[in-house]
């Protein structure tokens, strides 16, 4: 059991459990060069050096490195040659997040409960039995190109996956910057397609849709969006999903639709216990966020009330802050990692809240509506 389990709130054993998940076993993305996106999560973020599968180990036809941090499996993917999956998804959406994997105790069983409720096949059980141990994966589609895949590795005693080797970097591992473990990742879905993705989540795989914002709580002068966030039994896997509202302007979600051309993942928050140490490691290694006014600051304490960290560091670093009835939160979010304005990061500290920042989406939403400006996409 980790301390996350220990602060559920009771909402989440109301979820139906058929299809229990372990947690998030790895993240993949499709990007156009592998070797050096693993650089950039080791330099700016943080990451180690963890696994690799390419040529050197008999691939022809695509290269993957495999970097961790805490929990936190990335794995970067590239196409070695024209006209391949990997290569469409890419000239289709950019570097994006492909594969949300889940661990399971059985792929199989999760497989067919997922498909006899009405999943979309992505990968019919496969399994792997060599001298590492059994290994057992499947995988179903989810909203636009983006799928999960259910990893079952009760008997596998390899290395990550079957066909990784271990990646080992004498020379270059700078040290992590404190990321612990995917606290949620969300998705952006078109007009009118939130609802039937909550649906999908908690037909197909038993999640409960455990809050509810309309475009009242999630709106700005120029711009709105409606979210709701879905989560598993355990709540070890949040998946809030948001899809645009109508607005004088176009929002972050449409932004999102028409350079992503699709549906797919928004951002990946991830959890520190020190987001102070965090950010400064991350600034100081490059990674830009967006800015927060200091009229923020202003008034945030009146809001949250007391909290323990000096307030002066979390307005230079641009730290929010919000507060609901089991503690507070403190949260930031990087700009685009990439050129089309699509995936980006969120830190996250949870200091008893479990609720996703309410408090802070005008803040948010208008420091990414003076992004959209500079892009000329509001
Ligand atoms: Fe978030």
């Known amino acids: 059991m980790s301390n996350l389990d220990l602060t559920l709130p009771k909402i989440y054993s109301e979820a139906q459990d058929f ?34 599968a390419g040529l050197a180990t008999g691939l022809k036809d695509r290269e993957s490195y495999v970097v961790v941090q805490g929990a936190i499996k990335l794995v970067l993917t590239s196409p070695l040659k024209s006209k ?16 949300v994997a889940l661990w399971v105790n059985d792929a199989t069983a999760a497989y067919e409960t997922a498909i006899g409720k009405g999943a979309r096949s992505y990968m019919k059980p496969i399994i792997t039995d060599y001298q590492d141990g059994k290994m057992v994966r499947s995988g179903i589609y989810t909203y636009g190109e983006t799928v999960h895949v259910f990893v079952e590795r009760t008997e596998y005693t390899g290395h990550f996956l079957p066909g990784f080797v271990k990646w080992e970097t004498p020379d270059f591992n700078p040290p992590s910057v404190g990321f612990k473990y995917i606290d949620h990742m969300v998705g952006n879905v078109k007009l009118g397609q939130m609802n039937t993705w909550v649906g999908f989540y908690e037909e197909v795989m038993g999640f409960t849709n455990i809050l509810t914002f309309d475009d009242k709580d999630i709106s700005t002068e120029y711009t709105a969006l409606m979210s709701k966030v879905v989560s598993n039994g355990n709540g070890r896997i949040k998946f809030p999903i948001n899809e645009p509202a109508q607005g004088l302007k176009r929002s972050q979600v449409d932004e999102y639709l028409d350079f992503y051309e699709g549906e797919g993942v928004q951002h990946l928050a991830v959890a520190t216990d020190d987001i102070v140490g965090t950010v400064r490691a991350l600034r100081s290694r490059g990674v830009e966020f967006l800015q ?46 990439e050129p089309r304005p699509t995936l980006f990061f969120e830190i996250i500290q949870r200091k008893g809240a479990q609720s996703f920042g309410k408090g802070n989406f005008k803040a948010l939403f208008e420091a990414i509506e003076r992004e959209q400006a500079v892009r000329g996409t509001l």
């Open 84 to 99: 391949t999956a990997i290569g469409k998804h890419i000239d289709n959406h950019g570097d994006g997040v492909k594969v």
């Open 19 to 52: 299809m229990p998940l372990n947690g998030t076993d790895y993240v993949e993305l499709y990007v156009s060069n592998s070797k050096q996106a693993a650089h950039f999560y080791k330099s700016a973020f943080g990451f180690q050096s963890f696994a690799y």
């Open 292 to 337: 927060i006014p200091n009229s923020y600051y202003q008034t945030v304490l009146d809001r949250v009330g007391h909290i323990d960290e000096d307030i002066d560091s979390l307005q230079e670093l641009g730290v929010l802050i919000d507060r609901d009835d089991e503690g507070y939160l403190l949260q930031i979010f990087t700009k685009p990692i």
